[in-house]
Nanobody
């Protein structure tokens, strides 16, 4: 599976961006798609995830109500709509795919994901 993230950029605080992740290759068997982010000097952090075969979603508390993850299976795309952006949202954002079902527990650790995109940079200015 190959993942290509795009849509990053520079935006003022309070603004919006939509990130896209294109999946190609053998996408059959993917269970979850996720978005992570990594700010300079910090560890990679879980942001949101979605069931590839359904509509269930899960978010880290800091983005609830501001970010929305969605997917279009027909196009093999996953999106992250980010509204009311804050300077603390500044990071490189990565999309990831996971083939393992964790018994109903959402995968929020980077090591739980099998495939990664190259990252797209988001900068939120104050």
């Amino acid at each position: 599976v190959q993942l290509q993230a795009s849509g990053g950029g520079v935006v003022q605080a309070g603004g919006s961006l939509r990130l896209s992740c294109a999946a190609s290759g053998r996408t059959v068997g993917i269970d979850y798609m996720g978005w992570f982010r990594q700010a300079p000097g910090k560890e990679r952090e879980f942001v949101a995830a979605i069931k590839w075969g359904g509509s269930s979603t899960y978010y880290v508390d800091s983005v609830k109500g501001r970010f929305t993850i969605s997917r279009d299976n027909a196009k093999n795309m996953v999106y992250l709509q980010m509204n009311s952006l804050l300077p603390d949202d500044t990071a490189v954002y990565y999309c990831a795919a996971d083939r393992t079902y964790y018994g109903g527990v959402w995968p929020t650790k980077a090591r739980q994901y099998d495939y990664w995109g190259q990252g797209t940079e988001v900068t939120v200015s104050s």
